[in-house]
């Protein structure tokens, strides 16, 4: 799963928003593992985000929820941008499997 990550970061083909940005290193405690990290994610694309993503992701999240299938809301970011351009979605959070059984998401795997 390293390997396939760094193909994408190399390729310039893993996309990394502002959302996601925040969410990585908020819970780091050491200054020092927070630097390495804040420098590491500098090799993603970044995606900007529109009005429209930020509606697709409630869109996602009531669908999912009308479905008994809770998520964060910045969970749902991720899947709006995969509907709505297509890139799937890289993540080893167990919880965009579950989106995906309500969703039309493309998923890496692990095979």
Request: hydrophobic share 45%.
């Amino acid at each position: 799963m390293v390997a396939r990550l760094q193909d994408l970061i190399q390729d310039g083909r893993a996309l990394l928003f502002d959302a996601v940005r925040q969410e990585l290193p908020s819970r780091i405690k050491r200054a020092d593992q927070f630097s390495l990290l804040r420098d590491a994610l500098t090799a993603f694309v970044d995606v900007a985000l529109t009005a429209n993503d930020y509606v697709r992701a409630a869109d996602c999240f009531n669908r999912c929820r009308a479905s008994g299938i809770q998520g964060a809301n910045t969970d749902f970011l991720p899947c709006a941008v995969s509907l709505e351009r297509n890139p799937p979605i890289f993540s080893i959070d167990h919880d965009f499997r579950e989106f995906a059984k309500v969703l039309p998401l493309s998923l890496y795997t692990r095979d």
